[in-house]
């Protein structure tokens, strides 16, 4: 059993940035491949970038490609997701996601942490 805790949300105005930090606990982290999923007010969650267990492979949702990075720290248990030139649609709340299968991460991951707020103020 996996358990992803978030943190770094927070208030930015249009154009700034957050880096946005999940830590795991509970099993081999290097094992799992990461994700980020957001959900805006009144939407369905959606995925917004995943990265390999190596951290050698990543995928972005179109509508962040270019501005945000995720990465991971494997002997810090840690992935993170910084997020550049945010604007007003990118408030959500964000969630760390983990799982085995990469063929299901960016729909289906098998952890999920409680999720972090990020406001985007125009």
């Known amino acids: 059993q996996v358990q992803l805790q978030e943190s770094g949300g927070g208030l930015v105005q249009a154009g700034g940035s957050l880096r946005l930090s999940c830590a795991a606990s509970?099993?081999?982290?290097?094992?799992?491949?990461m994700a980020w999923f957001r959900q805006a007010p009144g939407k369905e969650r959606e995925f917004v970038a995943v990265?390999?267990?190596?951290?050698?492979?990543?995928v972005y949702a179109d509508s962040v490609k270019g501005r945000f990075t995720i990465s991971r720290d494997n002997a810090k248990n840690t992935v993170y997701l910084q997020m550049n030139s945010l604007k007003p649609e990118d408030t959500a709340v964000y969630y760390c996601a983990a799982g085995t299968q990469w063929v299901f991460m960016t729909t289906t991951p098998d952890y999920w942490g409680q999720g972090t707020q990020v406001t985007v103020s125009s």
């Open positions: 509970g099993g081999t982290f290097s094992r799992y491949a």
């Open positions: 990265i390999s267990g190596s951290g050698g492979t990543t």
